[in-house]
C-alpha cells in the first residue's frame, strides 16, 4: 500500500510542474501591458518603463519563468495591484470564507445524496426512485447561478424569508451567520447532492446483485448489515472518485455562487481580479486553485487505495 | 432410520423475464435425512442452483418466484416464514457454501470481522467469545495460523484457503443442515479431495445433513447417501446412491453414467456424450423434458408429462417407460417407433 | 426414421415457438429498437431535436426581430402588448430573443464539443495506440490542463481570446479536450489487444490504417455517448461564460447573456432570468436524458 502510495506521490509531480507552466504561459499571453493598465493610460513613459522594469517584464520571457519559478518555490506569489497587498495573504484572507461554504455544501451533499441513492437502488424501479432520479437529473441539468437567482428571487425577493447578499457576522448571532450561510450553501449543494444520489445508486446496484451481497444474506444477516455496511463499503470507490472530482467542480461552483451572493471568497477575488485585469493576483490564484486540485487528486487516490484493499494489491489500477 | 429434516414437494420456481417464463425449476422432489448426504446432479442450466437457492428463499427479487410446491424443515413451512424468521433460518439452521470462494466472502473486510459479525448475529455472545469461537473454527478446518488469518484480507488468501474459511463460517454456528453448492468446482484439483474431505470430517463430527450440488459423479459416488438427477428444472430420478449406480431406471441417467469417463476406458477412446441440447426453459412443460434427446420415446412421451413415481421403495423415477408394471430395460430394441 | 421423429420433436418441443423467441430477441437487441422502448431517452429527443428545430427555424418562429430596441416597452411581462414571454431592458422580445440565443447556445456547445472531440480523439488516439513515451507526455499534458478547474481555464482563455462566438467555441473545445482524449485512450487499451488487431498487426496492416479502419470504428459508442453528454456540460459552459460576461457579448442573444442581463433586474423584471434559465435547465435535461438512454443501450456496463 505505502509503494501505490509514493508512487502516486511521485506521479504528481510532472503534473504540478506543467500545471505551474500552463499557468505562466496562459497569463503572458493575456493581451494587454500590465504595467501600463496599473498606472493608467496617462501614465508617463518613464514611470510605465520603470514599472516594467521592476516587475521583470523587461527581461526575456526565459528568464522571466526562472524568476517566477524561483518565487513560487519561496512561496511569493506576488502582489495584487488593485488590492495593493500580496496576494498570498490575499487568498489567506479568502480562502477560509470558500472553504466553510464548499465544505458544508459538500457535506450536505455527500449525506443526503448517498441516502438517496441508497433509497433508490435498493427501491430500484419503484415509484420514490423514479422521483428521486428525475430530480436528481433536473439537479444536474441545472446551471448553478441560474439556481442561486432563483433562490434569491424566491427567499429574498417575494419572501424576505433569507438575506441575499454578504456574510453574516458573529457580533450580531449565530442566526445572522447561518441565515447568511443557507441560500449559498443551498445552491451550491444541489448539483454534487444529484451526481452523489446517481453514482451512489449504480454503484449499489451493480454490489447488490453480485455474489458476495447474496453470500451474505445467506448467512443470515440482517439486510440493514447487508445494505448499510457490506454493500455500502463495497460500492465507495466510485463515490470517492466522485468526491474528489465534486471537490473539484465545487471550487468552480463556488466562483459563481460567491458572485451571485456576494460572499467574500475565492471566487468574487478573482472575480475582480479579472475585472481590473489584475494579472498578478489571476496568476496567483488559478496557480493555487491548480495546485490545491492536484493535491485533492493525490488524496482521493489515497484514501481510494485505504478503502479499497484490492487497489494495492492488483498493482497499477491505483492511479489513472 | 432416521428422522426426515427437509423435505421439498413439487417445487416449481419460475423466473419472469421480459422474453417469456423461464420454468427454472419445475417440478422437484426429495427428502433429506438428518445426518445424511445428498446429491444433486445434473448439467449447467437444469436447475441444481435455484433449487438451492429457493430452499434459503434467496431468488433475484421480482424476476424469480416459487409458484408452487412445499420446502417443509422440521415442520416449519420455508415459503411461509417472514422476515425475521428467515434471517434466523438462513446461516442458523442452514449454511451455503457457493461455488466461488472469492465472491462469498466479502473483499472489504478482514476475515475475522466478518466471522464474529456472522457470529454474533446467530448467537448471543459477546465479541471477545465471538473472536475464540472463530479462530476455535479456522483451527477446526486446518487453518495455519488462525489468529494471523483473522486479520487476513479474502484476496489474500488462496481459493482453497478462502473455501476452508467459509466452511469455518459455517459451521460456527453448527447449522443442521448444509447446502454446498459445486464447493469445489473453482478449485485447483488438488485441493477439491481435501475440501471434501473436511466437509464429511465435520459432518461425521456435528451429525450434519448437507445437500451436494455437483455435476461430478465420482464426488457423488464418494459422498452421498442418496442422489437426484435433475433434468431441465425437473427430478428424473431419486434414489440411494448404491442402487442408482447399480440400477438406473431413467434414460438420462443412463446417458449421464455413460458420459463419466472411467479409468477402465482405453486412453485414446472418445467420451460418450448425450447428443443433442436441453430443451429451452421457456418452452417445456407440455411433454417428457428428455422426449427430443431419448433414443426410447414413444408417442405418449411427446405428449405428457411423466410423473415422478415410487417403482421401488425409495427409488422414484419420472418416465413414462418405466413403472411397476413396465420395465424399460437398457439397450432394448424401440419397437413402439 | 430420424426424421419422423424429428418433425414430430420440432412440433412437440415447439421448434416453430422457439425460432419466433429468437426472432423476438434479436427484434428486441436492436439497438434503435431498444432506444425506442426507453422511455427516458426517447423523451430527451424529443426535447432535443424540438430545441434544435427551434434553432434552425429561428427566423420562421421568431415574432419580432430580435434585436430591435423599443424603448417605451421595457420591462414587460408575459403576454403583455403580443410579446410572449415580455420585453427585456431595451424593450427587445424576449420570446426572439431566446428562440435566436438557442441558435448561439446550441451552436456554441456543439461546436466546442466537435472541437474538444476531434482533437482529443486525435491525441487519445495516439496516445493510446503508440504508448511509451508519447502516452506518457500527452497524459501528463491532459493531467495538467484537468487540475484547472474548467470554468477557471475557459476564463482564462476567453480573457485571452477575447469574447465572441468562435472564442467561445475554441475555449469550451479546449476545454474538453483531456476528458476526450481521456475516454478514447482508455477505450483504446481495451480494443489494442482484441484479437483482431493482433491478427491484422501479424498481416503487416500499417499503423495509420490500424488506427483509423480497426481502432477508431470499435471506440466509437463511448465516444457518440460521452459527447452527447458533453453537449449538455457545454451548454452550461456558455452560460456561464456568458453570465460573467465573458462570452457572447451584446446584442447578439445566447441564454447566457439573456440570464445574465435578467440578474440585474431579478427585482423588477423576474421572468428574465426565470425564462432563460429553464430553457437551459431543459435543453440540458434533454441532452442528459438522451445520452443516458444512449449509453444504457450500447453498453449497460458503462456506468460513468
Known sequence: MLKTIVKRILQSIPTLLIVVTFTFILTRMIPGNPALTMLGPQAPKESVEQLEEELGLNKSKGEQYVIYLKQILKGDFGRSYSYNQSVVELIKERIPNTLVITLTSLLIALVLGMIVGIVSAVRQYSILDYIFMVLALIGVSMPIFWLGLMLVLVFSVNLGWLPAMGMGSMAKGVWDVVSHMILPCFCLSTIPMATFARITRSSMLEVVNNDAVKALRARGLREGVVIWKHALKNALPPIVTVLGLQLASAFTGAILTESIFSWPGMGTLIVSAIDNRDYALIQGVVLFTAIVFVVINLIVDIVYTVINPRVSYESGKGGN | MSENLLTVKDLKTYFFTASGVSKAVDGVSFTLKKGETMGIVGESGSGKSVTASSIIRLLPPKIGRIVEGTID??????????????????????????????????????????????????????????????????????????????????????????????????????????????????????????????????????????????????????????????????????????????????????????????????????????????????????????????????????????????????HFVACHRQNKENKLVRGEENRNE | MAKQKNTATAEVLGAEAHSQLIKRERRANNVWNKLRRNK????????????????????????????????????????????????????????????????VSLIAAIGGTVVGAIIGILLGLLSGYL???????????????????????????????????????????????????????????????????????????????????????????????????????????EATLSFLGLGISQPTASWGNILRAGKDCLNTAPHIATISGIFILITVLGFNLFGDGVRDVLDPKMKK
Open chain 3, 40 to 103: 427516458t431517452a426517447m423523451i430527451g429527443l424529443v426535447i432535443v431535436v424540438f430545441m434544435m428545430l427551434m434553432a434552425i427555424l429561428a427566423p420562421l418562429i421568431a415574432t419580432h426581430d430580435p434585436n430591435a430596441i423599443k424603448p417605451s416597452e421595457t420591462y414587460l411581462s408575459f403576454g403583455e402588448k403580443g410579446h410572449i414571454f415580455g420585453t427585456d431592458e431595451f424593450g427587445r422580445d424576449l420570446f426572439s430573443r431566446i428562440v435566436y440565443g438557442a441558435r
Open chain 2, 73 to 314: 424443515f422440521e415442520g416449519k413451512d420455508i415459503i411461509k416464514l417472514n422476515k425475521k424468521e428467515l434471517l434466523n433460518f438462513r446461516g442458523k439452521d442452514i449454511a451455503v457454501i457457493f461455488q466461488d470462494p472469492m465472491t462469498s466472502l466479502d473483499p472489504v473486510f478482514k476475515i475475522g470481522n466478518q466471522m464474529v459479525e456472522m457470529i454474533c448475529a446467530h448467537q448471543d455472545v459477546s465479541k471477545e467469545e465471538a473472536r475464540k469461537m472463530a479462530v476455535e473454527a479456522l483451527k477446526k478446518v486446518g487453518i495455519p495460523q488462525p489468529e494471523k488469518r483473522m486479520e487476513s484480507y479474502p484476496y489474500e488468501l488462496s481459493g482453497g484457503m478462502c473455501q476452508r474459511v467459509i466452511i469455518a463460517m459455517a459451521v460456527c454456528c453448527k447449522p443442521k443442515m448444509v447446502i454446498a453448492d459445486e464447493p469445489t468446482t473453482a478449485l485447483d484439483v488438488t485441493v477439491q479431495a481435501q475440501v471434501l474431505e473436511l466437509l464429511q470430517e465435520l459432518q461425521d463430527e456435528m451429525d450434519t445433513s448437507i445437500l451436494l450440488i455437483t455435476h461430478n459423479l465420482g464426488v457423488v459416488w464418494k459422498m452421498c447417501d442418496t442422489v437426484m438427477v435433475l433434468y431441465a428444472g425437473k427430478t428424473v430420478e431419486y434414489a440411494d446412491t448404491k442402487t442408482l449406480y447399480a440400477q438406473p431406471l431413467h434414460p438420462y441417467t443412463w446417458g449421464l453414467l455413460d458420459s463419466m469417463p472411467k479409468l477402465s476406458d482405453t486412453v485414446k477412446g472418445e467420451l460418450n456424450t448425450i447428443p443433442g441440447v436441453p430443451p429451452d426453459l421457456r418452452l417445456t412443460g407440455n411433454c417428457c423434458n428428455f422426449y427430443n434427446r431419448c433414443p426410447y420415446a414413444q408417442e405418449r412421451c411427446g405428449k405428457e408429462v411423466p410423473e415422478l413415481v415410487e417403482v421401488e421403495p425409495g
Open chain 3, 131 to 237: 504508448g511509451g513515451a508519447v502516452d506518457a507526455v500527452i497524459m501528463r499534458l491532459m493531467d495538467g490542463m484537468l487540475a484547472f478547474p474548467f470554468v477557471l481555464l475557459a476564463i482564462i482563455l476567453m480573457t485571452i481570446l477575447g469574447s465572441g462566438l468562435p472564442n467561445v467555441i475554441l475555449a469550451i473545445g479546449i476545454g474538453n479536450v483531456p476528458s476526450f482524449a481521456r475516454v478514447v485512450r482508455g477505450q483504446v487499451h481495451i480494443v489494442k489487444n482484441e484479437e483482431y488487431c493482433n491478427a491484422g498487426r501479424v498481416l503487416g496492416v500499417s499503423n495509420i490504417r490500424m488506427l483509423f479502419r480497426h481502432i477508431l470504428p470499435n471506440t466509437i459508442s463511448p465516444i457518440i455517448v460521452y459527447a452527447t453528454l458533453n453537449v449538455a456540460g457545454a451548454i452550461i459552459s
